[in-house]
Each structure stands twice: as C-alpha cells, then as structure tokens.
C-alpha cells in the first residue's frame, strides 16, 4: 500500500482526525506525527490531498422533542419479566419503566448520525452511557438516575444541529 493510502486508513480509524479534516483545522506536521507513519513531511503532504477530497464539514438543523423518563431498569436484572413496556430492547436483552436508570429519549428527525453526535457529546461531558440505540424516528440513551438531568441537556443541544 501506499503512503497517502496509509494516511487514509489512519485517518479513517480516527474519526475525530477525519472531522477535523473536514471542518479545516488540523495542524497537518502535527497529525502526521500523531499517525507516525514514517516521513511525517510526505505524511502531512498525503494529509493536505486528503483533505482538499473530503466534503467541507457542515450541520444541518433537526426538528426533535427529548423527553427524558426516570425510573427504568434491565429486565431480568433490575426488574422482572413483567414490569412496564420496554424503553429499549436490543435482541434479548431489554430495558423497562421501574429501575435504577434515567432513559433521554428524542424523537423526530434522528438518524444514527444523531446518535453518533449525542454519543460523543455524553462522552466529553463524561455522563456515562448505559445503553443506547436509534430506530425509526427514535433515539434512546439510557444513562444513571443522577447523570439524568446533564444528559437530557446535552441530548437536546446535540439533536439541535447534527453534523453532515
């Protein structure tokens, strides 16, 4: 493989890199010394190409309501097989009303972008994330009870406007 095509897939196994890329704010000596991909000058000339390929980083506005829903749990774990109607269920595994567990819920135009956008921003806000999904015209975050009221800013904030 080449080098640039080295670049590419470095650049690609780090997708902030790739947003930074594309919204034109990388320091490109310094990326090509992060990737340490051997003569970090070739490194950050594949980088600058690289670059001018991508489509320009933008955001687009989202029409979303973000509710959020206290009190749910793991079905099996925290509550029994019986207890309210799932919040989030992926392949066996389900979350209901009556648990330990705080679910931000946003509907309207979501999308797994959305979902990547939320994900990140609860990351840099440090709310840990217990469970999360997106189907149809619904995203869910479950997140602890205390973490409920930071997450459900954060989830509004990061639905307003999702990058594209």
Known sequence: MSLAA???????ERPFL???LRAGVVNYAAAAAFL???DDEAVAA???RFADDLPEFDTESRDVTVTMRS????????????????VLS???V???SGGPLTAIIAEGDVDTAALTSVLARLDAESVVVDAAGVAGNTLAVVVPRRQGAAALQVVESATETVSV
């Open 71 to 86: 009190g749910v749990g793991l079905v099996g774990e925290d509550l029994d097989e019986s207890d309210g109607e799932p």
């Open 94 to 96: 389900e979350l209901a």
């Open 46 to 48: 594949a980088l600058r």
């Open 90 to 92: 992926v392949a066996d």
């Open 18 to 20: 790739l947003d930074a």
């Open 6 to 12: 080295d670049a590419r897939d470095a650049v690609r």
């Open 36 to 38: 340490d991909l051997g």
